[in-house]
């Protein structure tokens, strides 16, 4: 495992440590809303916040932050389950919802209003954005505020009890309407939503607001740092004044990081929902997608994904990452650990003259060429052959490195072979080359003669038939959410994915491994997917290609 970066937020922990300010366990939690599948962004909070558990050898929850309960499910939940696990994290004790948290946060609501701090408002949804000013210009009261504390409690009751409509009233926080914080211009707490709830069913028609929640949640679960993305420090003052006002069980401490952006990208659950209902990609878990489900399809590895979260680092300025260094992150690990294989990807028959027809020799080549503890794999090597169209050139620019007419070339872990004759079809497209093998080549370089590089190939005859989805970016545009004339799904790249049939790889590659993408020498990375399979077709994606254009 690779070593972790210090960051900001240890080191401030580490400092209050040091001064006594705090003692005991450190308790983080990552509070995903379950309403879409988890993207790169997810991944850099919850490397945050299960690595500073770990570093401190505290504990990491997993909260599903679940108030907007028509906006989410339990497929939502299952995923985002699956994808934590599926990194590497495991989170302390069972799976925590701020659902549970229901019954609490109704009764620290009721503490609030007898304390005078809440009330309830009938103030239309559009009389309230009048009210509540802007930056330049001070709240006014509503004329609600200072309705006693009997009739609010009364109120409060009859709209848990549903006696009111969906918006008929809210409850609001009685802070400051003049307050240059706008978080804090008497908040909402509490709206009426006649909404099934998956956890709670219908058992509520009033839901606490995510600033209500998400405090109660923390303390109720005596998290000691709640870790959260920079566009929450405006709101610290509410969650500190919840906490202040309450008597809840502990008053965790907020630190707010940068929310990391990849260029070429978007991270936005409600943007990546938009591309999969709208159909520009197949599903949540598409290879193109920036979903962690989407990058584990693609051939991503944890370890990768975690590399990469290292890489971008953790700190309070915001700014763009290169989805260049993420590409180098999986190019790094596959690197090292990929198996290796053929697979010609537009074969072109070749014909070994004066190689016997019913014979086969079996190669056996390394599965990686620096790690001899990953073993062998063997390689059929027969009359037919096919190489990639590519590979092959009638007439070759100079410092050609492939196959030509009486031009000898390597071929990948077998012998060297010279091109003696061109078959074409009549309408002459080349279907076929006539060549001649040197059977005293196999591992050894020829006498008298040079052989012009070095290509891959399979048998003709023994190699197996497969689909490629070749992916490539999503996005065009470097920063596709950017653009206000245009929707972000205008700058979607058309190529984006260039399916390619009947592809011929190497017979090994019949029942392939799926825990990790292969090197296809010469190709890239390319993963094996599964559910694709399924239909009796053998489909792989690729990953990434093998060149790295990041930190050059
Ligand atoms: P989205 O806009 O994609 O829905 P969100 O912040 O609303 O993102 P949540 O489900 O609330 O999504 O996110 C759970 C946690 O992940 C939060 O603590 C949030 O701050 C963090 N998070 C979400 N997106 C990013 C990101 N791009 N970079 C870092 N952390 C993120
Ligand atoms: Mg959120
Ligand atoms: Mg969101």
């Known amino acids: 495992q690779s070593k972790k970066a210090h960051n900001f937020i240890q080191s401030l922990i580490e400092d209050a440590i040091a001064k006594g300010e705090h003692t005991g366990k450190v308790v983080t939690r990552f509070p995903p809303e379950p309403n879409g599948y988890l993207h790169i962004g997810h991944a850099k909070s919850i490397c945050l916040n299960f690595g500073i558990a770990e570093t401190f050898g505290g504990e990491c929850n997993l909260r599903f932050d679940d108030t907007n309960p028509e906006k989410e499910n339990q ?9 934590v696990s599926w990194l590497g994290y495991e989170w302390a004790g069972d799976v925590r919802y701020a659902s549970d948290y229901f019954d609490a946060i109704y009764d620290f609501a009721v503490e609030l209003i007898e304390k ?13 954005s009048e009210y509540r000013g802007s930056l330049r210009e001070p709240g006014k009261n509503s004329p609600y505020r200072d309705r006693p504390v009997a009739e609010n409690l009364q109120l409060f009751r009859d709209m848990r009890d549903g006696k009111f409509a969906n918006g008929e009233l809210v409850l609001r926080a009685k802070i400051d309407m003049a307050s240059p914080n706008i978080n804090l211009r008497d908040p909402i707490l509490y709206r009426i939503r006649y909404a099934s709830h998956h956890q709670t069913g219908d058992k509520w028609c009033i839901y606490p607001m995510y600033d209500f929640t998400h405090p109660i949640s923390d303390a109720m679960e005596g998290i000691t740092h709640s870790l959260c993305t920079l566009e929450f420090e405006d709101h610290r003052p509410l969650y500190d004044w919840v906490l202040e006002n309450i008597s809840g069980p502990c008053h965790p401490r907020q630190i707010e990081f940068a929310r990391l952006n990849l260029n070429y990208t978007v991270t936005s659950k409600r943007k990546l929902k ?10 949540w878990d598409d290879p193109r997608m920036p979903t962690i489900s989407g990058m584990r399809r693609r051939g991503y590895t944890p370890e990768s994904i975690r590399t990469f979260c290292d890489m971008v680092g953790v700190n309070k300025a915001g700014g763009t990452v290169d989805v260049g260094m993420l590409e180098h992150a999986i190019r790094e690990d596959l690197n090292t650990r990929a198996p290796r294989a053929m697979c010609v990807m537009r074969p072109l028959k070749v014909t070994l003259t004066n190689y016997p027809e019913d014979k ?15 073993g062998a794999r063997e390689v059929p090597w027969t009359r037919e052959l096919y ?52 059977p005293a080549t196999l591992g050894v370089n020829p006498e008298g003669y040079k052989p012009n590089g070095v290509i891959h190939w399979v048998s003709a005859t023994d190699s197996v ?15 596709p959410d950017s653009d206000r004339e245009r929707d972000f799904t205008d700058h979607l790249n058309p190529e984006s994915l260039v399916r390619l049939e009947k592809v011929r790889a190497e017979k090994s590659l019949g029942h392939p491994r799926a825990d990790l993408p292969y090197q296809f020498e010469r190709e890239g990375y390319f993963f094996f997917d599964e559910a694709a399979s399924e239909s009796g077709r053998l489909v792989f994606n690729r990953t990434v290609t093998l060149r790295d254009s990041w930190g050059q």
């Not at 938009?274 to 599903?283: M, Q, T, Y």
């Not at 079996?362 to 790690?371: F, K, R």
């Not at 038939?465 to 920063?479: M, P, T």
């Open 75 to 83: 497929e939502y939940i299952d995923a985002i389950k699956r994808d």
């Open 116 to 128: 005078g701090k809440a009330y309830v408002c009938a103030l239309t949804a559009e009389e309230m």
């Open 274 to 283: 938009r591309l999969v209902d709208e159909g520009f990609v197949d599903s």
């Open 360 to 374: 086969t020799e079996t190669l056996e080549l390394p599965v990686h060429p620096q790690d001899p503890t990953m």
């Open 387 to 438: 190489i990639d169209r590519e590979d092959f050139v009638e007439e070759p620019p100079r410092k050609w490195k492939r196959l030509a007419p009486d031009q000898a070339v390597r071929l990948r872990g077998g012998y060297v072979m010279t091109c003696r004759q061109i078959i074409r079809d009549d309408s002459g497209q080349i279907v076929e080359l006539k060549c001649e093998y040197d």
């Open 465 to 479: 038939e497969a689909d490629i989805n070749v992916y490539d970016r999503l996005f065009l545009h470097e920063n």
